[in-house]
C-alpha cells in the first residue's frame, strides 16, 4: 500500500510519497489503493495531445532514501487555465514494467502549473526512473539517483558544477557536452540559473541563433536601456524560457540537480531586497519575493530543508541553504550568499560624493567602480570597522552569510565526519588583489593604489571571510574545498586565515601573503556569460590608464597571478612577482563547467573550456580543452595538470 501525504506550509505546496511494493504497470495506486489504468490506455479521457510536458522532467535534492521529482505541465489549450490532474510514476526499470510509485497529482495555477514530489522510502545509491502523465500524455523518463548511505563503502564520487548561463549571450554548448556525461552521480549549480536582464550593456554580442530574443511581459525599464524583471510573471517568463533549451532539459532529465541562486535570480549585485542598479540601492520587497517563489516554483528542491511560505510578506520568506550527505566520502554544504548579505562595505553613493557630485544628484549614479569594483583596499578593511557615512564603529563587520547561517556552516562544518567538507559557494574566495603602487604599466597617479578588484564577492567582505578561515584552522577541520562560479573564468587557489595588509600601513608589503592555508577554491567559468577577462577590457575603455594591464589575455594572467619572467617584459626587465601567488590556475576569458572525481585519498577537478561561437553558430565539437587539477587529502596545495 502506497502512502501520500500533502505538506501545506504556509501557502507553499509540497507532496511526500513513499514508495510502495512493486506494482504492475497496467494498474496501480490511486492515493486510496485502488487500480487504474496505464499510462496512455483507454478510450476515456481527453485526446492525445491535450497535454504538453514542454520543459521535461527534472529531479533534485537526493538523499539515501529520497529524491525530488519535478515537471510543470500545461494543456495545449492556451485558454484553459485550470488546475490539470496528473500522475507520478517511479520504477526500477527503464521501461516502467512495475512500479514503486503511481500517484495522482495536482499541478496548480498558483504555481504556475508546476509540481514537486518527495518520494520517499528509497533505496541507497540506486538509480530510479520516472515520468508523469497526464491523460493519455506522457512527459519524458527521467533518470534520477539516491545518495549513498553513510556507511557506504563506494570508493568513489563524481559529480560537476555549473552557473551563469546568460540565454542572450555566447551559446549553450557546455551544456551539451554536460549532458553527454555518463557516470556523474549528481550536479550542483552554483548561482545565476537565469538572468533578470534583457538588453543590458553587458548582455551585447552575438548569441546563437536557438535563443531568440526575451520579451517581459512587464519588466522594468533601466537607465541603461535594458529592462529588468520585475513582477512574478517576468521571472516565471525567464525561467520557463531558460527551461525549453533542450540541453538544460537532457542535464536535469539524466542528473539529481542541487541548486543555490547568487544575485542574477533576483537582480545584479543584490543584497537582501536591495537592487543596485544605480547608487539609491532602491528596497524592492515585492520584486524579491516574486523571484524567491519563481525560483522555488522550478527549483527540483526539497522542503524538509527549503523553507517557503507565500503568506510571509517578508524579503526573506525563503530559507535554502542545507547539506547533503554522499556517504563517508563527501558531505556538500550549500550556502545562500545574498539574502541576509549585509551592504557592500563602501556605498557607492559616497564615491559619488567624494567625487564632487551633489547628494542628490549622487544617488542616481552608478558608481560601482570605486566601491564594488576596483576597490581601494586601505579604504575597504577601514570600513569593516567604521561606517564610513557615520564615522562610526560597527557593531560587526559587513557579512555575507548572516548571523544565523554563519553559526550553521560553521555548525556543520564542525560536525562533519566526512573525508571531503565540499562548499557549494557562489563567489570567488581567492584573493584577488591588484598591487599598482610600483607598477610602471599604470602611469595615473590616482591609480597608484593596492584594490580589490571585486568587491561584490568575498574580497569585498574579508574580515566575514576571516572568521570563517579562522574556525577551519583553529578547529584543525581539514580537506575543506568549494565548488564555485560567479566569476565567468576558471580559477584556483588557497584561502588563508588572515587578510594580509593594514590599512594604516598603505606602503606595506602584500606579499607573500600572511596566514595559514585554510581550504582550496575551485572556480568554474560561466556557461556562456561573457568572461571576467572581457569585462576588464570594457571597463578599461572608461579608465584608459588600466589599458595596458588587460590589452590582452596573457598579459593579465602573468599580471593577476603566473609573474612575470626576467626579460620576458619590457616594462619589467626584471621580471614581475604574480600579484597573487595563491592563485595556482586562472583562465579569466572562457566559458565552460567543471567535474569532480572524489576518492579518499584525493580531489580531482577537471575544468571543461568551450570553444567561442563559429560564424555566429554553436560549434559543432564544443571542447576546446581539460585542464586537470588534483587536491591530496590533507593537503591544501593543488596539483595542476
Known amino acids: 500500500m502506497q502512502r501520500r501525504q500533502l505538506l501545506r506550509r504556509g501557502a507553499a505546496f509540497f507532496s511526500v510519497i513513499a514508495a510502495g511494493p512493486l506494482i504492475t504497470a497496467c494498474g496501480g495506486g490511486n492515493g486510496n489503493g485502488n487500480a487504474g489504468q496505464g499510462p496512455g490506455s483507454g478510450d476515456s479521457g481527453p485526446p492525445l495531445g491535450t497535454h504538453v510536458f514542454g520543459l521535461g522532467v527534472a529531479s533534485g535534492d537526493p538523499r539515501a532514501d529520497s529524491v525530488v521529482l519535478w515537471t510543470r505541465v500545461e494543456r495545449s489549450n492556451p485558454g484553459n487555465n485550470g488546475d490539470i490532474p ?53 512527459s519524458a523518463s527521467g533518470l534520477t539517483k539516491t545518495a549513498p548511505a553513510a556507511n557506504s563503502t563506494r570508493e568513489q564520487l563524481r559529480f560537476a558544477w555549473f552557473n551563469c548561463q546568460d540565454w542572450s549571450v555566447n551559446h549553450w554548448g557546455a551544456l551539451e557536452l554536460l549532458a553527454a556525461e555518463e557516470d556523474l552521480d549528481f550536479t550542483v549549480h552554483v548561482g545565476d540559473y537565469i538572468y533578470e536582464t534583457v538588453g543590458a550593456a553587458f548582455q551585447a554580442g552575438q548569441v546563437e541563433p536557438a ?186 563587520a559587513p557579512s555575507i552569510l548572516g548571523k544565523t547561517q554563519t553559526q550553521w556552516w560553521k555548525d556543520t562544518m564542525r560536525q562533519s565526519q566526512s573525508t571531503w567538507k565540499v562548499w557549494g559557494n557562489e563567489l570567488s574566495l581567492s584573493r584577488m588583489w591588484a598591487d599598482l603602487r610600483q607598477n610602471p604599466m599604470v602611469t595615473d597617479p590616482a591609480l597608484k593604489q593596492l584594490f580589490a578588484i571585486n568587491a561584490d564577492c568575498w574580497d569585498g567582505y574579508p574580515a566575514h571571510r576571516v572568521e ?71 571597463a578599461a575603455k572608461a579608465m584608459p590608464a588600466l589599458g595596458a594591464l588587460v590589452a590582452d589575455q596573457t598579459t593579465f594572467e602573468a599580471f593577476m597571478w603566473r609573474g612575470i ?42 575544468f571543461h573550456k568551450v570553444r567561442p561561437l563559429e560564424n555566429g553558430q554553436t560549434p559543432a565539437k564544443p571542447l576546446l580543452g581539460t585542464t586537470r587539477i588534483t587536491l591530496a587529502a590533507g593537503s591544501t596545495t593543488p596539483v595542476i595538470g
Open 86 to 138: 496528473l500522475r507520478l510514476q517511479v520504477s526500477t526499470s527503464a521501461d516502467f514494467a512495475t512500479l514503486l510509485v503511481n500517484e495522482n497529482l495536482v499541478a496548480t495555477q498558483v504555481y504556475d502549473h508546476t509540481v514537486r514530489a518527495k518520494i520517499t522510502g528509497l533505496q541507497p545509491d540506486t538509480r530510479y526512473h520516472y515520468r508523469f502523465v497526464a491523460g493519455r500524455d506522457i
Open 211 to 396: 535563443h531568440t530574443p526575451i520579451k517581459l511581459p512587464n519588466g522594468m525599464p533601466l537607465a541603461d536601456g535594458s529592462v529588468a524583471a520585475l513582477t512574478l510573471d517576468d521571472y516565471r517568463t525567464l525561467y520557463r524560457t531558460y527551461r525549453s533549451d533542450k540541453r538544460l532539459q537532457e542535464v536535469h532529465r539524466k542528473f539529481p540537480f542541487i541548486a543555490v541562486w547568487d544575485d542574477h535570480e533576483f537582480s545584479d549585485d543584490c543584497w537582501q531586497d536591495h537592487q543596485t542598479y544605480n547608487n539609491a540601492n532602491l528596497q524592492q520587497t515585492d520584486r524579491r519575493r516574486a523571484a524567491n517563489q519563481a525560483w522555488f516554483e522550478y527549483m527540483p528542491v526539497d522542503m524538509g530543508d527549503v523553507s517557503f511560505d507565500l503568506k510571509n510578506q517578508r524579503y526573506d520568506n525563503i530559507r535554502i541553504y542545507r547539506d547533503f550527505q554522499f556517504g563517508p566520502l563527501m558531505h556538500l554544504v550549500m550556502t545562500d550568499q545574498r539574502l541576509y548579505r549585509d551592504d557592500h562595505a563602501i556605498p557607492e553613493a559616497l564615491v559619488a560624493t567624494s567625487q564632487g557630485a551633489a547628494p542628490e544628484d549622487a544617488v542616481k549614479m552608478d558608481t560601482s567602480v570605486g566601491a564594488r569594483y576596483f576597490t581601494p583596499l586601505p579604504t575597504l578593511l577601514t570600513a569593516q570597522s567604521i561606517d564610513l557615512v557615520t564615522q562610526q564603529p560597527r557593531a560587526a
Open 565 to 606: 619572467p626576467a626579460g620576458a617584459h619590457p616594462a619589467f626587465p626584471q621580471g614581475m612577482p604574480p600579484n597573487n601567488p595563491d592563485m595556482l590556475f586562472g583562465d579569466h576569458h572562457a566559458q565552460g563547467y567543471a567535474s569532480a572525481t572524489i576518492t579518499a585519498r584525493q580531489m580531482e577537478v577537471r
Open 468 to 538: 570563517l578561515m579562522q574556525f577551519l584552522t583553529q578547529n584543525n577541520i581539514r580537506n575543506v574545498v568549494a565548488v564555485t562560479g560567479d566569476l565567468h573564468a576558471f580559477q584556483c587557489g588557497i584561502v588563508r586565515d588572515q587578510i594580509g595588509f593594514d590599512p594604516r600601513q598603505p606602503e606595506a608589503p602584500v606579499n607573500p601573503p600572511a596566514g595559514n592555508p585554510a581550504m582550496v577554491d575551485f572556480v568554474a567559468a560561466g556557461v556562456s556569460s561573457h568572461s571576467f577577462f572581457s569585462y576588464l577590457q570594457n
